[in-house]
């Protein structure tokens, strides 16, 4: 707005200048009119605008409202961000700090004072960053590199872990002391870059491919400190992107603070919110690992003890369902005594079946018909005869069976072998030489007869 629209616009108090009342020229104006004339004048005229600039005089209120002054080389405005947009900032303003503010002129109507009421604040330079970060942005998410469906899962055991990082970093200090306390058993190799400044990007994306080329590593972890925005764009740059989208092998990144975030989180296969975290991720931990060792352990031992009370019980099931062979000869007997005494009822019983029939038979008869009735009879006798004899043959085949399987287990036929029965002269059968005593008298049985004898000496 010029000088010449300003006047016109105070005098006339125009519509598009926001003033709703007018005033004759020859009546004087008061000076909180005029302070509002002149703030309504500003923020009509020109509204919200973008102001760059170098921060002085910086002051934090108990309010948490911030003042200052923006200047240049030539001029200077007082500034006022309220304590509602001034905790958006994601820095602090500090005194030297080039910024560049989004306010609106205005005037402060109690002093007269013209100022900015500022609404957003970015360090100057950051909005050309801003605009290529998102550029980028959106062209790698539109090739699908930020899929979740391409991201790999890092190694439960890696064989090592290799780190992209400035040897120079403090980042590379934490992520070497966070590996050392969890997994000092995992080697870890260095791939050393600059992570800042000129060539920076070139550096990062040749070291990965380095550790892709080498293959002594399961994972990987790229990773920096915190810094501005203009710190952390070596990251942000494309051909970082590019290589780690490459690499073979499962990446982190590790870049900034927990809320920085770069192009290379949204490609890696894992972002961490700081290197530490990326070490903690891309490392199994060993304390965890002793613990479930021994948890391990103990349900082995667990395990095995149940599994010897198991084979101990069967053990004994198993042992109380052993006969003897004095309990097979006995069952066998009793088996021999049933079978003779079947055998010896057996005969009866057809003879009887067949009077009953005979008798069944009598009131039938007629004495034209008593020869042929007599045939008949004499024909049943014979089948009687007949059947009792097959019979009888059948079971004396079984008794013979079931003798001949008795004679197996009949000691004395073991005896007949060679072998002989020690017996003490109570009765008890000896089964351990190492419990015979010198001296001690024994009754041993032979197949054929049996004999007296003293112990004189004993051995395994």
Not at 331 to 343: C, D, W
Not at 355 to 380: E, F, T, Y
Request: hydrophobic content about 45%.
């Amino acid at each position: 707005m010029t000088a010449t629209a300003f006047d016109a616009c105070v005098a006339t108090d125009s519509v598009p200048c926001g003033l709703m009342e007018t005033a004759p020229r020859d009546l004087p104006l008061t000076v909180s009119e005029l302070n509002r004339r002149a703030r309504l004048a500003l923020e009509n005229g020109i509204g919200l605008v973008w102001v760059t600039g170098e921060i002085s005089r910086a002051t934090l209120a108990a309010s948490g409202h911030w003042y200052f002054t923006l200047k240049d080389e030539s001029a200077a405005v007082d500034c006022a961000m309220f304590k509602g947009r001034a905790q958006l900032l994601d820095f602090r303003p500090e005194n030297g700090l080039k910024v560049e503010v989004r306010a609106r002129v205005t005037v402060y109507e109690a002093r007269g004072a013209y100022q900015l009421a500022v609404e957003q604040m970015r360090q100057a330079g950051l909005g050309a960053l801003f605009e290529a970060f998102e550029r980028l942005k959106k062209k790698l998410a539109a090739e699908g590199l930020f899929d979740e469906e391409r991201k790999r899962p890092l190694p439960a055991f890696p064989r090592a872990i290799g780190l992209v990082t400035s040897l120079a970093a403090a980042a590379l200090r934490d992520i070497l002391t966070t590996l050392r306390r969890r997994a000092p058993m995992v080697p870890v190799v260095i791939y050393p870059t600059l992570v800042q400044g000129q060539g920076a990007a070139e550096q990062v994306a040749s070291a990965i491919g380095a550790a892709n080329r080498h293959g002594a590593c399961d994972v990987l972890i790229v990773a920096r400190g915190g810094g501005s925005l203009e710190d952390l764009f070596t990251f942000n740059e494309e051909g970082v992107a590019r290589a780690i989208a490459s690499s073979a092998i499962p990446v982190v990144s590790g870049v900034g603070h927990e809320t920085d975030f770069t192009i290379a989180d949204f490609v890696a296969d894992l972002r961490a919110a700081t290197p530490t975290a990326a070490a903690a991720a891309a490392s199994p931990d060993q304390e965890t690992l002793r613990d479930q060792l021994a948890a391990q352990a103990r349900r082995l031992t667990r395990a095995g003890s149940r599994a010897l009370t198991d084979r101990a019980q069967r053990l004994d099931h198993v042992s109380r369902r052993l006969v003897t062979p004095a309990e097979r000869l006995r069952l066998a007997k009793a088996r021999l005594s049933e079978l003779a005494r079947r055998l010896a009822t057996s005969g009866a019983r057809p003879a009887s079946l067949a009077s009953l029939k005979l008798r069944a038979l009598s009131p039938r008869l007629r004495a034209p018909d008593v020869g042929r009735a007599w045939q008949a009879v004499q024909g049943l006798r014979g089948q009687l005869l007949s059947d009792m004899h097959r019979l009888q043959d059948a079971r004396y085949a079984q008794l013979e069976a079931a003798r001949a399987s008795l004679s197996h287990l009949d000691p004395t036929r073991v005896l007949s072998r060679g072998y002989a029965i020690a017996r003490r002269p109570d009765g008890a059968v000896v089964r351990d030489a190492t419990t015979l005593q010198q001296g001690e008298r024994l009754d041993v049985t032979f197949a054929i007869g049996r004999a007296g004898v003293r112990v004189e000496d004993t051995g395994p």
